[in-house]
């Protein structure tokens, strides 16, 4: 006799099969999970809702929906990509860009959720209205570049905010610990957005700065995370002193300095 019910999750069907009569050669009693298959979603996402998108408050009150960049999204990019003023296209690609290719609108909605994501945000009228990015680096898996666009009349409502976290939050899910993001020295609200978040500055030029922003609590960090955070501090003040014209030397931190002299009072 065979017996089927649903588990406590009422996602899992469980079969048993219970003992035949004595002498019987069938096979003894053996439990039997079979998982009852459910649409098909992305990589990363429990539910359709997600898929389908979120509702999001921003900071002025009003709400978008949020939602995975999709394959089907290329009309939706190449329309926000339309909105982005000449001075927001220069700024967001650190140059002159008039218009998205097919191959790089092919590029840009090929996600396969993990190592690539991408989450864009819908006005009440369904338009893309923004989108947030992380590409893993192939090489430190840990690491991820990210960017966030936002079209022109959505700026100052922290429609970018807000992209930023709930991209953390699938960066965080997805393995990724921490992001870097190369943002035009002039563009202030990328700047003030990335430092809002954590952002360390740990390069720049008279053009780029370059952020690194770490997406684990500091204890979670260890030696490697305190390590970066001192290089990071570092190289933001020899940045500072080099567009001063101030290239002596740097002095060692305080922490440094003392530890140097314990180690010789000790070396004596």
Do not use: C
């Amino acid at each position: 006799m065979i017996e089927e019910h649903w588990g406590h999750d009422d996602r899992t069907r469980i079969s048993r099969r219970w003992p035949a009569a004595p002498g019987s050669d069938r096979t003894p009693p053996f439990p039997r999970r079979r998982q009852r298959r459910g649409p098909g979603l992305p990589p990363g996402f429990s539910s359709r809702a997600e898929v389908n998108g979120v509702p999001a408050v921003l900071r002025d009150g009003s709400t978008v929906m949020v939602r995975p960049v999709q394959s089907t999204d290329a009309s939706l990019l190449a329309d926000g990509f339309a909105r982005l003023s000449e001075r927001s296209r220069r700024l967001r690609f650190l140059g002159e860009k008039n218009n998205l290719t097919v191959a790089e609108l092919r590029y840009l909605t090929s996600i396969d959720h993990h190592n690539h994501e991408a989450l864009g945000a819908l006005s009440p009228d369904g338009r893309g209205i923004g989108v947030a990015r992380y590409i893993r680096d192939s090489e430190d898996p840990s690491r991820a570049e990210v960017a966030v666009t936002v079209v022109d009349e959505w700026h100052g409502r922290g429609l970018g905010t807000k992209l930023l976290e709930l991209l953390s939050d699938r960066a965080r899910a997805e393995g990724v610990d921490r992001f870097t993001a190369t943002v035009a020295a002039e563009n202030m609200a990328s700047n003030r957005l990335a430092r809002s978040a954590g952002g360390v500055l740990v390069s720049g030029s008279l053009g780029t700065r370059e952020y690194e922003i770490w997406l684990v609590p500091p204890i979670e960090q260890g030696l490697s995370g305190w390590l970066h955070e001192l290089d990071a501090g570092l190289a933001a003040v020899w940045q500072g002193r080099r567009e001063r014209g101030q290239t002596g030397a740097l002095p060692a931190p305080k922490g440094l300095r003392e530890l140097n002299r314990s180690d010789s009072r000790r070396q004596r």
